[in-house]
């Protein structure tokens, strides 16, 4: 039997797919690209956006187009809050929620044995507001370096997002499961991991005596580990407290992702977000005082109801000033049980278009600024691809860097280069040593 595995969305997605996959093959099911013609098709959604939720029924719909006797495993966020339209899509035979992904092996299985598709879909969402953390890890990952789940769920509430209800309360995994996964990365040849979660900064609160930082501290004393990346945080955690903390980290890398959503404080209160600008300003001096060469990049949403021309202008100048490395823009999507869908003064279109753009246009000058100043400088970077005699890859603090392969180098390896200038979003770079 062969499976095909269709993923949406975050990073800790990307992961739940990968130990999806690494069942299907303990199970004997060949693995396939989900854009060839298989048995099976295993969609793994994402329903942060609308446009999400209509990616997910676009695939599901496109996969029973290709093979309309494959059996169809729908799994996920968006299988989580709304599992009644999805069963309502014709050829749909299971459907499962987001903390128990790892039910689509053995329904696979069950379906396999039985000879033929349902006569309606099967349908299993747990209540995840009691659930633990799903029990899964994976061996290898499919790039060069491999993405580690070590937290679920989220409790922040904000106003515009669906995702508490899509992933429930905040679990952790237990420091000895990330520990062995980790150490078993580290052995498979990974010389970086990213730990990441939902909502990251929360690992650990639902732990005894353990926290983010320090599942951090222990994971940089894995040997063969050279670099330890962190997913999206919030950035009220960056309190000096933490960041005194990790800073102890030897291979903890010099970037950071914030989920920072709006530079103005009248916002940020609409969206109900925990903090303000300014304590976001003080928290990132004094990172950057204490870890040298830092980048950051942040998710940032324009068009949030009520967004006065004087407050995008006041995001504007706060993102300009913390000279983002990478600006991931996103206009504000009406999500039906949120309280932002229900606010008044909600921002038109056209006006959304227009701001995701000058913010854009923004985040691109800090980039090539951020690069350009670094011109000269050695860098150490992870190869990542080679095509057409060019390599490419990222530095410790995520600068994307391009050079010419001019001795053999295998995907995976750590390269000493000389960042020579910029170029449409990378640094062009040349090999110091062979």
Not at 22 to 38: M, N, R, Y
Not at 130 to 137: I, K, V
Not at 426 to 431: E, F, N, Q
Request: charged share 25%; net charge neutral; hydrophobic share 35%.
């Amino acid at each position: 039997m062969t499976c095909g595995i269709y993923t949406l969305g975050c990073r800790v997605n990307q992961y739940e797919s990968e130990a999806i996959a690494e069942q299907l093959a303990k199970a004997g099911i060949l693995l396939l690209d989900a854009s060839e013609l298989c048995d099976a098709y295993i969609i793994n959604t994402c329903t942060v956006t609308a446009e999400s939720d209509r990616k997910a029924r676009q695939f599901i719909r496109r996969a029973i187009k290709a093979n309309p006797h494959a059996f169809i495993l729908v799994t996920g966020c968006y299988a989580q809050t709304e599992a009644d339209q999805i069963a309502k899509i014709e050829g749909v035979d299971y459907i499962c929620g987001s903390r128990n992904k790892l039910s689509t092996v053995p329904a696979l299985l069950t379906l396999h044995e039985k000879g033929g598709k349902p006569n309606k879909p099967i349908v299993c969402i747990p209540d995840n507001q009691d659930a633990s953390f799903e029990n899964m890890s994976i061996a290898s990952f499919g790039r060069t370096r491999a993405y580690v789940k070590i937290q679920d769920g989220c409790e922040n509430h904000c106003a515009y997002c669906i995702i508490p209800k899509a992933r429930g309360p905040v679990c952790s995994k237990k420091p000895e499961d990330v520990l062995n996964e980790v150490s078993a990365l580290a052995a498979a040849g990974y010389k970086e991991i990213v730990l990441t979660g939902i909502e990251t900064a929360a690992y650990g609160q639902d732990l005894p005596g353990v926290s983010l930082s320090d599942i951090i501290l222990m994971v940089d004393q894995i040997p063969g580990i050279e670099r330890i990346r962190l997913g999206s945080l919030d950035p009220s955690l960056l309190r000096p407290s933490f960041t005194d903390q990790i800073s102890r980290a030897a291979h903890l890398c010099s970037h950071f992702h914030l989920s920072l959503q709006s530079g103005c404080d009248q916002t940020l209160r609409r969206m109900r977000r925990k903090y303000t600008t300014d304590q976001v300003q003080r928290n990132i001096e004094y990172l950057q005082n204490k870890i040298p060469d830092l980048c950051l990049s942040a998710d940032v949403i324009v068009g949030f109801p009520g967004e006065t021309e004087e407050e995008f202008e006041a995001t504007c100048a706060f993102v300009q000033r913390l000279r983002l490395l990478h600006g991931h823009i996103f206009s504000f999507s009406k999500r039906p049980g949120t309280e932002a869908a229900g606010l008044p003064e909600q921002v038109a279109e056209t006006f959304k278009k227009e701001r995701n753009q000058i913010l854009q246009n923004i985040c691109l000058t800090s980039q090539k600024e951020e690069i350009e100043r670094r011109i000269g400088e050695t860098v150490w970077v992870l190869c990542e691809t080679i095509e057409n005699g060019i390599a490419q890859g990222h530095t410790n603090n995520f600068i994307e860097v391009e050079w010419s392969q001019t001795s053999p180098i295998t995907k995976g390896e750590i390269k000493k280069l000389q960042i020579q200038g910029y170029k449409l979003g990378k640094a062009i770079a040349k090999l110091l040593e062979t």
